[in-house]
């Protein structure tokens, strides 16, 4: 199955963040990417203070002084639950008596809109490696695994490359900077399911098993992959760590926007019908406004905005008026959902809602692990008024079942988080767009669902 | 109508065919099992190592990595019917995986799904009679602001146009 590859053709995820003038005082995950998208590799990553972070980490503090600066530097989680990361680092069993674990990077992006993991992966997988090095220390995990979506062949070919080169180069492997601590990374590729990006289901894969989540507790952190403790962290996470090694918390606290309450900077994006679709390095607390019209370029002619949605298919839709709020955690938490992953996405005018909505639960239907009874039933029948209304063939009394669907699958109704993230979207959209969804009441109509399965396994 | 079906169909079949391993695929499954605390956690790696090689994982093929990696074959099987990028029938000499998630839909996938239906003959989870193609939908690419996207094998293919779609297709034979 040999493919056709065009030669000289530019990684996928060039783009926006490639092009934007960007310091490595204030651009600590982007400053190094090269114009054309072409991959940092090893020397160019050294010569750009690439390993003094980690050199730091290993040679002048000890683990716990590493997670403590991690913990006061504030870096939150970038995988959409926004958990801070120097928490969960102090949580991890560890110390006399008790066996190192592991580090595993979460690299499984595969939430609808999600497209930033990909392009620090293709173009600088050294910055994640040494933010794996740092994290390992901090939590005294003797291996790693990347765990990478199946889809993503030109981010694991940087990876494995990058990963050579820095077995080669003493970085990975025995005493690493003569600091006597040993650590290695492995390259795991999944075989295609969203599940497995949820913390314990992912546990489960690596370990050869179906991707069902696992309760909690035990937290992996106690009791992870093979009994042993586990650190599990985004790859956004995971590369933002050697900068606040090297640079230090009083500079990493300046870089979020006044106003912000949460730290840093972060891969932002703004997709759907706009004039410039893109991801950038973007500080904390700047407006989704700015984001849509200074570096998406607005929406393009012709197309007005209705709704968006600020971080992924697992966040709320929001409406225009809401553009004010600042892109972090608590700025759209006063507006109604979740920051999420921050890649927000404009739906236009030309959009409906129902039709958008039936898109989004088809996935999320789809995408069930099939665990518990209420999301393995909940999701299809959802999918099943969505069908009937977009159709116009929806029955009275079908929106108040939608909502009520949204309450039986909500927070703390199913084993993960899935289900919550599945109606989060539907609730907030029959909130906004109620009359889109009663208009699917019994109206004939010209629109046809088309008839793909709900379950494709 | 669940076309997805062809693809991971029923695992017990009453005549399944002579297989073996063949020496790259015990070669590389190993090197893999090396890298995992235990065997069992290269299932998945061996079943996309036999996949890599055939383009498809046979039946005979779950036996033989079950007792490779010394687990019960009903593990290996529970593994190949969940994860959706493991094929259980064999596929075309290339894989068409088009993205249908949202902003997909947004962007328009859905004319660029009903070209390929049309040009192909085939619904997606179905393989042209010629062997040539099999299109299965995919949940996003991490692509969304390029699409339409799809990946034909290892290649993405970004802000595809129904109107071009077919050209793209031409450099795969
Ligand atoms: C259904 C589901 C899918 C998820 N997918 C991902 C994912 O693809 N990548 C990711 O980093 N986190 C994902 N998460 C969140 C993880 O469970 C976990 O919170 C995260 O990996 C922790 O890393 P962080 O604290 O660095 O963000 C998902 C969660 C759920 C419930
Ligand atoms: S909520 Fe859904 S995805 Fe999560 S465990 Fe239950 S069935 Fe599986
Ligand atoms: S929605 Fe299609 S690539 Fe993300």
């Known amino acids: 199955m040999s493919a056709t590859t065009p030669v000289n053709r530019r990684l996928t995820s060039f783009g926006t963040a490639n092009l934007i003038e960007r310091a490595p005082e204030t651009h600590p995950l982007t400053w190094r990417l090269n114009a054309d998208a072409s991959p940092v590799w090893l020397e160019e990553y050294r010569a750009k203070q690439g390993y003094l972070g980690a050199k730091r980490a290993l040679t002048e503090l000890t683990p716990e002084e590493v997670a403590a600066e991690v913990k006061e530097a504030g870096l939150k989680g970038r995988g959409g639950a926004g958990f801070p990361a120097g928490v969960k680092w102090g949580l991890t069993a560890k110390g006399e008596g008790i066996p190192r674990g592991y580090l595993l990077c979460n690299a499984d992006e595969m939430e609808p809109n999600t497209y930033k993991d990909r392009l620090l992966m293709e173009q600088q997988p050294h910055l994640l490696l040494e933010g794996m090095i740092v994290a390992a220390y901090a939590n005294h995990s003797y291996r790693g695994y990347v765990f990478l979506r199946g889809e993503y062949v030109d981010a694991a070919k940087s990876l494995r490359r990058a990963v050579a080169e820095a077995r080669e180069a003493g970085l990975l492997g025995r005493d690493i900077f003569g600091s006597g601590f040993d650590f290695d990374i492995y390259v795991h590729t999944g075989a295609g399911r969203y599940i497995c990006g949820e913390e314990t289901a992912l546990i489960n894969s690596l370990e050869g098993r179906r991707a069902n989540p696992r309760a909690k507790p035990p937290f992996p952190g106690q009791s992870g992959a093979w009994g042993k403790p586990t650190v599990v962290n985004n790859v956004e996470t995971l590369c933002g760590v050697s900068s606040i090694i090297l640079n230090g918390v009083e500079w990493y606290h300046g870089l979020c926007l006044p106003g912000s309450e949460d730290h840093g900077t972060k891969m932002m994006g703004f997709s759907g019908k706009v004039k410039n679709p893109g991801l950038w390095e973007l500080p904390l607390g700047i407006t989704a406004r700015e984001v849509l019209e200074e570096y998406a370029g607005g929406m393009r002619d012709g197309c007005t905005l209705k709704a968006w949605q600020p971080g992924g298919a697992g966040t709320g839709f929001l409406l225009p008026e809401h553009l004010d709020a600042q892109m972090y955690s608590g700025g759209i938490g006063k507006v109604g959902t979740r920051m999420g992953t921050a890649l927000s996405m404009a739906v236009d005018d030309s959009v409906s809602m129902v039709s958008l909505l039936r898109n989004m639960e088809e996935f999320f239907a789809r995408e069930s692990c099939g665990w518990c009874t209420p999301c393995r039933d909940g999701l299809p029948w959802t999918v099943k008024i969505l069908r009937a209304l977009e159709a116009g063939e929806g029955e009275p009394g079908d929106v108040e079942l939608l909502l009520e669907l949204t309450r039986k699958l909500g927070p703390g109704k199913t084993y993960c988080a899935h289900a919550p993230g599945a109606i989060e979207p539907l609730g907030s959209a029959i909130k906004y767009f109620r009359e889109e969804f009663e208009a699917g009441i019994r109206t004939p109509s010209t629109a046809n669902a088309p008839q793909e399965p709900v379950g494709s396994v | ?173």
């Not at chain 2, 093929?61 to 009903?74: M, Q, V, W």
């Not at chain 2, 839909?105 to 009903?114: H, K, L, P, T, V």
């Open chain 2, 1 to 173: 109508m669940d076309n997805s079906r062809h693809l991971y169909a029923d695992l017990i079949s009453s005549d399944r065919p002579a297989f073996a391993l063949s020496d790259e695929e015990r070669e590389e499954i190993i090197e893999e099992k090396g890298h995992y605390e235990n065997p069992r956690a290269a299932s998945i790696e061996a079943l996309k190592i036999v996949q890599h090689h055939r383009g498809w994982v046979p039946d005979g093929a779950i036996p033989a990595i079950a007792e490779l990696l010394g687990i019960p074959g009903s593990d290996v099987e529970g593994v190949a019917t969940f994860y959706s990028q493991i094929f259980r029938q064999p596929v075309g000499r290339h894989v068409i995986r088009l993205c249908d998630s949202m902003t997909c839909y947004i962007n328009g996938y859905e004319a660029i799904r009903e070209r390929l239906k049309s040009e192909l003959g085939i619904v997606p989870g179905q393989t042209t009679t010629d062997e040539r193609f099999t299109l299965i939908p995919v949940c996003c690419l991490g692509n969304c602001d390029k699409g339409p996207t799809m990946m034909v094998d290892d290649d993405t293919h970004s802000h595809l146009d129904a109107e071009t779609l077919m050209s793209v297709l031409e450099a795969y034979k």
